[in-house]
């Protein structure tokens, strides 16, 4: 810790909220910041200029989630409802010239919304979105992009997958089975977990060793009410429907917290996963090893100790080794994923810190990606202008970004260290 | 006489000049023998003949050969007839002037006996040499004259003039001819000596004679002198032209410009015919390398040497030696030169760069002594102030180093040689203070890298683009910056000006709307104390500036090297650096923070790399503000060391004359001059700033983001110098980026500056100037920024608490509270208009008994139960609302009805007015400041808050701190009581009901011992009224007047607003009765006044009783009260009347 420089303050701060802040991501190419509050607006800000791109009420209530998904923004609003909206461009050369690229410029654009899924939000659980990669949904000819994965309809305990763009649930009441099997009442076990708190929708890598016969096996970690995470993989045959959770098994189960859990994490790669909740722990679930035979399941979920109870967010930085965790107290702790050694606490928020997003940290490599769905002539134009605009340094000082939103409804921006050499 | 009728019968126009003629030349005739009785006829005949031949050639016919003889005769027997000496000047001038007309036709035709004749004549006539040797010297005109006709025996002739009938060549022939003739061996002493008369009269301080001199002079150089005879004439022509040219033998100061390019145009033929490359190549006094032929004959000695004595009298071989010889001391002339670079007039400085560019085309091989010289020359023309000059010197430059020209290889080299060696030079100028030469030597500089950078990107022209590429050589990674830039550096030593001009105050300038741009904000300027002179410090600069924009991009390499060493630390050499590196950036970038205006940004191709450079630069500029002023103090013991490293480098670097004129000027030991220059450093950054912006217009607007803040705060700075330079640096920005104000720009990017200002108020990292920003921004962008500056008001507090030790931050802090309440007055004054006053409800009762009457029939009544819903009324501590408000929100808005805060009294507070509460709230804490002047601050800060507020809002935090308010009353420092004063009036005037009670319970007392205690001190005060028992001050500024004021308007707005309990009120009367005393400052009687009209309202048997027993018009009882040192009877009678 002593060789540590002292952490920093924050870069900026946004000011483009009224009410606490809930949700936070980055876009793919690390132009835009998502940002959702309690009263359901949703601001887009350019990383840029730091101001808004667009700033519209998207839900009666407050916001679950946001997330860009390709052409796509998706929000998740606890008035029971997903808007996918059509993302707004503008390109940054045209946002920085712009005459009177003013901080009170009345007319931002609002979004279209392109269509909207009724869902169950009254356990605040956020969705999970999975897209499928091109290749993949074209092999098997359907028109499915992505996956979502949301709390059952009825019951919050449980969850559903739908599929998106055409909105079908693909797999309904996933984790019924398990309960019912054991409690003929309908009641009880169930119970025991509790409603989900988070969950994270993901396939396995194509070349782990655990799934040979299938390339990708679609899976499902849940973290619940009681403190627990149970991980859920689908043996059925794919694309095809199904009911009551048939088809998916648990393959293991881990209860590390004594209270609910208030956030998870999943890591880019999907290769371990991080809980907190209102007390001190943060448990650290291996994906990868926990479930295989030969591997107790106390090696592969730890729990760590950490000085200070009532964290509310936690995000993984792209390179899984950092994490941070924003408190109850305002403050962003950062640790090191693989010690939960603290690396340093930022403070600014004086009240709870309700949201932490850690920028790409290679939006070059998903900048490509992105320019494959859009159409390549105005991409080519576009980064001359960045490049002209930012330097590669600017960009790579803005991987590094953090951003903290809290109930103070202010957007705090750090930039750290790499925390690479040490 | 009959030829002659028939000639002119054949030409209509011949014939009618004969007629004309005919009667001007048969009494000239008769009259040939010159008589002092005929000399008056034969002058006036004389002039009728020049008038006629004058008016027939200006009809522009030709005179045919007959009659050029038949006028000729009488002319040449009046020379036959008349020895010389008796011919009067008069005449001869005349007859000269005829014959110059009629040798301007003659020239076509007449054979070379004549042509010899006349020339010969006229020669003599200059020289004065006619007749027998001894003849008299003719006056200038008659001289003139001669000259006049000898010009149209010699000049040439185009084959445009070439008479009608006569062969197109004939002018060609005609010239060979003469020249032939002219170079025969009987001739050239007459050459030679018409030659040596020439120059006598070309010395005349007669004008024209001297100009007509000149030009024969030149023709006759250039045409008619044999080759091999003009070395022999080199050094006496030489010498008179020079003399001429810089005006020796006048007494004026400079000599007439045509003369001066006449006798410069004379030398250059001179020095062409006789040194010239090609004459001498012939003669083998040089010898050219073209190829490699000429290489290896190079060491064979010369085939042929000329002897002299084999050559005919008065010539001179061309042999090495002869050539080595005048061509030293022709570099000696051309030297003498120099000054004519500074003539006055453009004819002379046209005619020196015809003349350098000449000589320099010329005399490449013969002459290369004088290259340089010559160069220096055309690079001062090229620096002219007139334009044609400057254009006409880089035309001669762009001929000299066209592709075509074979020896501008040498003339590229001697120019680069030329900028290394005054760039070398500089140092040691600048630091002997030689303020003209250091003028030259940055023009001459200027002048070179303007040629390259005007002229490579025309027409491509290879010579002109290597000369860009020996600057950017210097200025490139390869160019030894390290060397000669340090060097540099540590001569150029800036202080800040003495005095700073400006034309109103910065924050007025910035608060007015000057839409009429007459007062444009000119940066101030920074001044060098080693050059005096304006014009050298100007030079300098538009060398560093020529040097940029002559330069390609790998001059970055140069700025990026000043711009390193200008951030490494705050020492004059850093600031020097920093200037440099402006001064580079202004030219690459093609601006100038000098000129005023904006140059069209459309005529300039965007330069990305320039751009790219410039945005990083501007932004490390912005990130390396905080450390630079926070280092500051760690830096001090470095320095000196850094200091003499630089020292070390210069006597190594620079010639050893430097230690010599460090003897003679021990600058650097006379006055101790300060080791860092923190303020000269950061007007130097603001200067890069502004051109940053400036290259990048309107793409520096993402800029603005990191750069705002340190120009605000260079804007609030104490030193004047540094806000005038922000001034100017955000009118240079604004006008750039394409706002139409400051005031505009700050508002389109409030966000950026509070962004930035919030982030310098954290617990981290605490910049005291920051307050000023923010109250600055709070008082131009005013609502806006109020709403969103919540947290920065929060944080305010917050350090408050922390830093309530430090007077400094405490006021600027509260300052900024200050600034933020102002605005909400304004917003609220606007949005709501002042509520009614409450009634004062003491009035009623003893008004009329109605309300009894009402009240008995009512008594019986069950009470009214008061249902209203007063609204999300704060429901926990004051100072937290924030938190419980959230609460409600949260739980109720679901459940309640959306309309139900519309039913409400109150409104819910506006994001104003909620953070006005927010500051009321936690202000009170500091009423105990240890600290008057803030206790004062707070005090005056709540009395503002008052009238903006909502009661709900304000009073309970009145309450809370009300012992505290009470307290000050009693303060030592009366500035504080009257503070408290004021509030309590603002408090009295507009929440009066609320103040009842207090005011007469707690206030009235405090105010009693006030006024006593003040009467007291007044006594003492050298303020103090004179006269007969006078009350309070002259003055309407000191303290006790003011809380006088405040006293009185709060009983005022008392006695208005509040039941007033009787007793009380007595002691009232009674106690202001002495502020109606006429010796009493107005402002305080008129005060005394309403009070007491108020009271009458109320009570109207008190006041009459009171004021009329003190004005002793009652007698009995109430006479004890009457006071005769007062004179109120004015304003008791005022009040009277009123009733």
């Known amino acids: ?422 | 006489m009959a030829s002659c009728e028939r000639m002119a019968s054949t030409a209509p126009d011949s014939q009618d000049l004969f007629r004309k003629l005919k009667p001007i030349c048969v009494p000239i005739l008769e009259n040939a023998l010159l008589t002092p009785s005929s000399i008056p006829n034969v002058s006036k005949l004389l002039s009728q003949l020049v008038q006629a031949l004058q008016e027939f050639r200006e009809s522009g016919s030709y005179l045919t050969q007959s009659l050029i003889s038949y006028t000729f005769f009488p002319l040449s027997s009046i020379l036959r007839r008349n020895s010389s000496s008796s011919i009067p000047d008069q005449i001869l001038e005349q007859l000269l002037n005829a014959l110059g007309i009629l040798c301007d036709q003659w020239w076509w035709s007449c054979d070379m006996t004549t042509w010899g004749q006349v020339f010969m004549l006229c020669g003599s006539v200059i020289g004065g040499i006619e007749g027998k040797g001894k003849g008299k010297d003719r006056d200038d005109e008659t001289k003139e004259a001669a000259a006049r006709c000898l010009w149209s025996l010699l000049r040439e002739r185009t084959s445009q003039d070439t008479p009608p009938g006569l062969h197109g060549d004939r002018a060609q022939t005609r010239l060979v001819e003469f020249c032939t003739h002219s170079q025969t061996e009987q001739f050239i002493p007459i050459v030679g000596q018409t030659l040596n008369s020439l120059l006598g009269s070309a010395l005349s301080p007669h004008l024209p004679l001297q100009r007509i001199s000149l030009q024969v002079l030149r023709v006759l150089i250039a045409l008619y002198a044999p080759e091999s005879f003009v070395p022999s004439i080199l050094p006496g022509v030489v010498s008179i032209t020079t003399k001429i040219a810089l005006g020796i033998s006048g007494n004026k100061g400079w000599a007439n410009g045509a003369i001066v390019a006449l006798s410069l145009a004379v030398m250059q033929q001179v020095i062409v015919r006789s040194i010239g490359d090609d004459v001498c190549l012939k003669e083998g006094a040089v010898r050219s390398v073209v190829d490699l032929e000429d290489f290896a004959q190079f060491v064979k000695p010369p085939e042929m040497e000329i002897k002299s004595d084999e050559l005919p009298r008065y010539f001179t071989a061309r042999t090495s030696t002869w050539l080595r010889a005048s061509t030293s001391q022709l570099h000696i002339a051309l030297n003498t030169l120099t000054p004519l670079v500074t003539h006055p007039t453009i004819a002379a400085l046209l005619g020196l760069c015809a003349f350098a560019e000449t000589i320099l085309a010329s005399t490449s091989l013969t002459l290369p002594q004088s290259q340089p010289l010559l160069l220096s020359f055309l690079l001062s023309l090229s620096n002219s102030p007139f334009p044609k000059v400057s254009q006409t010197a880089q035309e001669s430059f762009s001929n000299l180093l066209s592709p075509t020209n074979s020896n501008r290889h040498s003339l590229i080299q001697t120019l680069l040689h030329i900028s290394k060696e005054n760039i070398s030079a500089l140092p040691r100028l600048i630091s002997s203070q030689a303020d003209a030469k250091v003028d030259h030597a940055a023009g001459q500089i200027e002048a070179i890298c303007r040629l390259s950078g005007s002229l490579s990107s025309t027409h491509k022209n290879v010579g002109l683009s290597s000369v860009s590429g020996g600057i950017d050589l210097l200025l490139g990674p390869t160019g030894g910056i390290e060397k000669w830039g340090w060097s540099l550096l540590a001569v150029l030593d800036f202080v800040s000006p003495a005095i700073a001009i400006s034309k109103a105050p910065v924050a007025q300038l910035l608060l007015e709307d000057n839409s009429d741009g007459a007062n444009r904000i000119s940066f101030p300027e920074v001044t060098l104390k080693n050059v005096q002179s304006r014009s050298a410090y100007a030079a300098l600069s538009r060398m560093f500036r020529a040097l940029g924009s002559a330069s390609s991009e790998s001059s970055f390499y140069a700025v990026e090297w000043f711009i390193s060493t200008g951030y490494k630390g705050h020492t004059s050499s850093a600031v020097a650096a920093l200037w440099c590196a402006a001064r580079l950036l202004e030219g690459i970038g093609n601006i100038s923070l000098d000129h005023e205006g904006i140059a069209d940004p459309s005529s300039q191709p965007r330069r990305k790399a320039l751009e790219k450079f410039v945005r990083g630069l501007a932004r490390d500029i912005a990130e390396s503000w905080d450390d630079g002023h926070d280092e500051q103090s760690d830096n001090v013991p470095e320095e000196p060391k850094v200091d003499n490293d630089l020292h070390t480098e210069i006597i190594k670097g620079v010639n050893p004359i430097h230690a010599t004129l460090q003897l003679i000027k021990p600058h650097s030991s006379s006055t101790p001059k300060p080791t860092t220059q923190p303020l000269l450093h950061q007007v130097l950054s603001l200067h890069l700033l502004s051109i940053s912006a400036g290259i990048l217009q309107a793409r520096f607007t993402p800029l603005l983001i990191h750069v705002l803040y340190p120009i605000l705060r260079s804007l609030v700075s104490p030193v004047s110098y540094i806000s005038l330079t922000a001034l100017a640096t955000l009118n240079f920005i604004t006008d750039y980026t394409s706002y139409a104000s400051p005031a505009n720009l700050l508002l389109s990017h409030f966000d950026y500056a509070l962004d930035a200002v919030s982030r310098r108020l954290t617990h981290r990292w605490l910049d005291i100037e920051a307050t000023k920003v923010l109250a600055v921004l709070v008082r131009l962008v005013g609502s806006d920024v109020v709403q969103k500056a919540g947290d920065v008001v929060e944080e305010c507090f917050d350090r408050l608490d922390e830093f309530h030790g430090y007077e400094v931050i405490v006021e600027g802090l509260v300052e900024v509270l200050g600034e933020v309440l102002k605005v909400i007055e304004m917003d609220e004054t606007l949005s709501q208009p002042t509520q009614g006053k409450p009634q004062p409800e003491g009035v009623i009762p003893t008004s009329s008994l109605q309300p009894l009457f009402e009240w008995v029939a009512h008594r019986k009544d069950p009470p009214e139960v008061d249902d209203t819903d007063y609204g999300p009324a704060p429901r926990g501590p004051w100072g937290e609302n924030t938190v419980p408000e959230d609460e409600t929100k949260e739980e109720d808005q679901p459940i309640n009805a959306p309309s139900q805060p519309e039913a409400s009294d109150d409104p819910p507070p506006t994001p104003t007015q909620a953070l006005t509460k927010q500051i009321v709230s936690r202000s009170i804490y500091f009423l105990t400041h240890g600290s008057a002047v803030i206790r004062a601050r707070i005090l005056m800060l709540l009395s503002s808050a008052t009238p903006v507020l909502p009661e709900s809002a304000l009073l309970p935090s009145i309450h809370q701190a009300w012992p505290f308010i009470l307290k000050r009353l009693s303060d030592k420092e009366p500035f504080v009581v009257s503070a408290t004063a004021t509030l309590i009036e603002s408090l009295a005037s507009h929440v009066g009901d609320f103040m009842g009670r207090r005011i007469w319970d707690d206030v009235w007392p405090r105010f009693q011992s006030i006024l006593k205690q003040l009467d007291k001190a007044d006594a003492q005060n050298a303020l103090a009224r004179r006269g007969r028992s006078a009350v309070g001050t002259e003055s309407a500024y000191t303290h006790s007047h003011r809380l006088y004021r405040s006293i009185l308007k709060t009983m005022i707005a008392a006695v208005n607003g509040v039941h007033i309990q009787d007793n009380a009120i007595w002691q009232v009367i009674l106690a202001f009765r002495r502020f109606l005393h006429s010796q009493v400052h107005e402002e305080l009687q008129g005060y005394a006044t309403e009070l007491y009209i108020s009271i009458g309202r109320n009570n109207w048997d008190a006041v009459w009783l009171a004021l009329t027993a003190t004005s002793g018009r009652l007698e009995g009882e109430m006479v004890f009260m009457k006071e005769e040192i007062w004179d109120i009877d004015r304003n008791v009678g005022v009040i009277l009347s009123r009733e």
């Open chain 1, 1 to 422: 810790m002593a060789s540590l420089p002292p952490p920093p303050s924050p870069v900026h701060l946004l000011r483009s909220h009224f009410s606490p802040v809930n949700v936070l991501s980055f876009s793919n190419d690390n132009e835009r910041l998502y940002s959702g509050d309690t009263s359901g607006l949703v601001v887009i800000t350019s990383t840029r200029s730091l101001r808004a791109i667009a700033s519209w009420k998207a839900h009666s209530d407050g916001l679950l989630g946001v997330e860009e998904w390709d052409a796509h923004i998706i929000t998740h609003g606890r008035d029971n409802k997903i808007h996918v909206w059509a993302r707004i461009d503008e390109f940054p050369a045209a946002a920085s010239i712009r005459l009177g690229g003013s901080a009170s410029l009345p007319g931002l654009p609002t979004p279209n919304l392109r269509y909207s899924l009724d869902v169950n939000a009254l356990n605040y659980c956020r969705f999970s979105l999975l897209p499928l990669l091109q290749a993949e949904h074209a092999i098997q000819n359907t028109d499915t992009e992505a996956l979502i994965a949301v709390p059952n309809l009825v019951e919050s305990s449980l969850a559903d997958v739908w599929t998106l763009p055409a909105c079908q649930r693909l797999h309904a009441a996933i984790g019924k089975q398990e309960s019912s099997d054991t409690e003929s009442d309908g009641r009880g076990n169930r119970q025991a977990e509790g409603i989900i708190m988070s969950m994270h929708l993901f396939t396995t890598l194509p070349d782990t060793a655990s799934s040979s016969s299938s390339p990708r096996e679609l899976r499902l970690l849940c973290a619940y009410e009681n403190g627990g995470v149970i991980l859920r993989r689908y043996t059925g045959p794919e694309n095809k429907k199904t009911i009551e959770g048939i088809g998916w098994q648990v393959a293991w189960s881990s209860t590390l917290h004594v209270e609910s859990v208030m956030a998870m994490a999943v890591s880019r790669a999907c290769t371990f996963a991080l809980t907190v909740s209102a007390d001190h722990l943060v448990g650290r679930y291996d994906l990868i090893s926990a479930g295989l035979p030969g591997v107790s399941l106390e090696d592969a979920c730890k729990v760590y100790r950490t000085k200070k109870p009532g964290n509310a967010a936690i995000a993984i930085r792209d390179d899984g080794k950092v994490c941070a965790i924003g408190g109850w107290d305002g403050k962003v702790r950062l640790y090191s994923t693989k010690t939960m050694k603290p690396l340093g606490t930022l403070e600014y928020h004086k009240q709870s810190c309700q949201a932490v997003a850690f920028a790409r940290s290679t939006p070059s490599m998903e900048k490509e990606h992105d320019s494959t769905v859009q159409s390549g002539l105005l991409e080519v134009t576009d980064d001359e202008e960045s490049d002209d605009e930012m330097s590669e340094e600017e960009m790579r000082k803005r991987g590094l970004w953090l951003v903290a939103g809290g109930k103070d409804s202010r957007l705090s921006v750090w930039t750290l260290m790499s925390f690479d050499k040490r």
